[in-house]
């Protein structure tokens, strides 16, 4: 009896020791796959933006080209600026929508959710930007 009883104990011990380990690396997987998520999720956006940055650069270097171009005449123009108002448009909705999929604050070590916020304050800064500054507010257009 007293054998059982000491083999009862040593296998309830063991299973003990085995079931707090495995909860034990569960929480540490769960997290660091949160991570992960998370990480992802960030270089996504990172990618949304600098595509959303550059659509927005060749968008004012067509306005500038009908600005130093004399013999741009009104029709030519929005068959110029038409395609990338559109492009960036497009983009816009790409990158609003991955940055909007993060979560409002991220677990990295070192980072806090002060430069989340201000990517998504310069995000609507020059979407802000870009939506103020057409055809018609460089002139060229009545």
């Known amino acids: 009896m007293r054998i059982r009883t ?5 296998t309830a ?3 003990v020791i085995t079931l707090s380990g495995m909860a034990a690396l569960y929480n540490q997987q769960r997290s660091r796959l949160a991570r992960l998520d998370e990480a992802e999720s960030l270089v996504k956006v990172i990618g949304h933006v600098s595509r959303f940055v550059e659509a927005l650069a060749l ?3 067509a306005y500038n080209q009908i600005l130093i171009s004399a013999e741009t005449r009104p029709e030519q123009i929005e068959a110029l600026v038409g ?3 559109t ?3 497009g983009i816009f909705v790409d990158t609003e929508e991955a940055l909007s999929a993060l979560p409002s604050k991220l677990e990295f070590p070192g980072f806090c959710g ?3 916020g201000a990517l998504r304050c310069c995000f609507e800064f020059l979407r802000a930007d870009a939506s103020e500054v057409s055809v018609a507010s460089y ?3 009545e």
């Open 139 to 141: 002139g060229i257009v």
């Open 83 to 85: 395609p990338r108002v």
């Open 87 to 89: 492009m960036t448009d």
């Open 114 to 116: 002060h430069e989340l």
């Open 59 to 61: 968008e004012r270097g």
């Open 13 to 15: 011990s063991i299973a």
């Open 6 to 10: 000491i083999g009862f104990l040593l």
